[in-house]
């Protein structure tokens, strides 16, 4: 990554859907030229913690995490501003300077929903094509969040390397409805079996 605090955002990003949970306040020094995450809008106003570099100084602070929610820094509201402009705002703290950054995290439902959809897709997986490999669970379903309805999906699936795995058009409406269920918030753990 060249740019750690980006304004890109790609047509397949996903966007995080944030139902606020725990507020969090920590105490950063911005020991570099940049705190090492990227930040994304989730379309309400709110700035979102995207993704974390590896050795950052925000990789560093175990207590930030992908999907938080940056509320404030120090006495400055950040809510309502753009990824942007809190990037610049990020940007032009100095070199040594500690501050404080509000973060609210979001409700855990939602990522335990993802959790319970990769499994499903795994089991889907090992039931119909007897494949057992969750990284190919985790990669169908990574595939399908940012796609819109099942034609894009099946065209991501095509282009991909996984278009050796012959996926049928009832195989990928499967997959679709446990996405779909996921990001609803309406898949129920089915439970353990020996096969997880």
């Not at 007897?130 to 099946?154: C, P, Q, R, W, Y």
């Not at 991909?160 to 996926?167: A, C, H, K, M, Y």
Request: overall charge negative; aromatic content about 6%.
């Amino acid at each position: 990554m060249d740019n750690i605090v980006t304004t890109v955002l790609y047509h397949d990003d996903f966007i995080f859907v944030h139902r606020k949970g725990s507020k969090k306040e920590i105490k950063l020094t911005k020991s570099e030229d940049v705190f090492g995450f990227t930040l994304a809008d989730n379309g309400n106003g709110y700035t979102i913690v995207k993704q974390i570099k590896d050795g950052s100084i925000i990789d560093s602070c175990k207590a930030i995490n992908v999907g938080d929610h940056i509320e404030q820094i120090d006495n400055d509201n950040m809510v309502g501003l753009t990824h942007q402009e809190v990037s610049n705002y990020l940007k032009s703290i100095t070199i040594g300077k500690q501050i404080v950054m509000y973060l609210v995290e979001p409700r855990k439902i939602l990522e335990d929903m993802f959790k319970i959809a990769i499994k499903s897709i795994g089991k889907l997986l090992k039931n119909d094509m007897g494949i057992s490999d969750i990284a190919v669970a985790h990669k169908l379903f990574e595939m399908a969040l940012g796609k819109s309805n099942t034609m894009e999906l099946a065209a991501a699936i095509d282009s991909s390397d996984l278009t050796q795995l012959g996926i049928t058009d009832d195989f990928l409406i499967e997959i679709w409805g446990i996405v779909t269920d996921a990001k609803a918030g309406r898949l129920i753990d089915q439970g353990n079996d020996a096969s997880d």
